[in-house]
Nanobody, 123 residues
Framework: QVQLVESGGGLVQAGGSLRLSCAAS????????MGWFRQAPGKGREFVAG????????NVADSVKGRFTITRDNAENKLYLQMNNLKPEDTDVYYC????????????????WGQGTQVTVSS
C-alpha cells in the first residue's frame, strides 16, 4: 500500500508564502507521478501541479503558474509545493496524490491520496 501524509498548511495573509510537504511511503512503481490538487467545499478537486518522479518533469496549472513551484526529494521520498504571492482564491484543502504513469490533470486518474491540509489566505 501507499501512504501519503501532507503537512505545512495554515493561515497566511494575501501576498504571503507557504510550503506544503508530502511524505510518501509504501509501494513504489517504475514510473509514477505525484501531484497536488485542491478542493473547495462542494466542488471537485482541481489540479494544481504534478511532477513525474523519474525525471522531474513538471506540469503546473495556469492559475498558479509563476507563483507555485512543485519539487521532489528522491532520497527522502518527499514532495513539496512552494506557494508564493498567495491570494484569497487559493484558499482550499490541498491534497497530495500519486498515480502509476505520467502526469494527468484529472484527479480521477490518481490512485492514492493523503488526508489533505488546509490553506487559508486572508485578504
Amino acid at each position: 500500500q501507499v501512504q501519503l501524509v501532507e503537512s505545512g498548511g495554515g493561515l497566511v495573509q494575501a501576498g504571503g508564502s507557504l510550503r506544503l510537504s508530502c511524505a510518501a511511503s509504501g509501494r513504489t512503481f517504475s514510473i509514477w507521478t505525484m501531484g497536488w490538487f485542491r478542493q473547495a467545499p462542494g466542488k471537485g478537486r482541481e489540479f494544481v501541479a504534478g511532477i513525474r518522479w523519474s525525471d522531474g518533469w513538471t506540469n503546473v496549472a495556469d492559475s498558479v503558474k509563476g507563483r507555485f513551484t512543485i519539487t521532489r526529494d528522491n532520497a527522502e521520498n518527499k514532495l513539496y509545493l512552494q506557494m508564493n504571492n498567495l491570494k484569497p482564491e487559493d484558499t482550499d484543502v490541498y491534497y497530495c496524490e500519486k498515480r502509476l504513469g505520467t502526469i494527468h490533470t484529472d484527479d480521477r486518474d490518481y490512485n492514492y491520496w493523503g488526508q489533505g491540509t488546509q490553506v487559508t489566505v486572508s485578504s
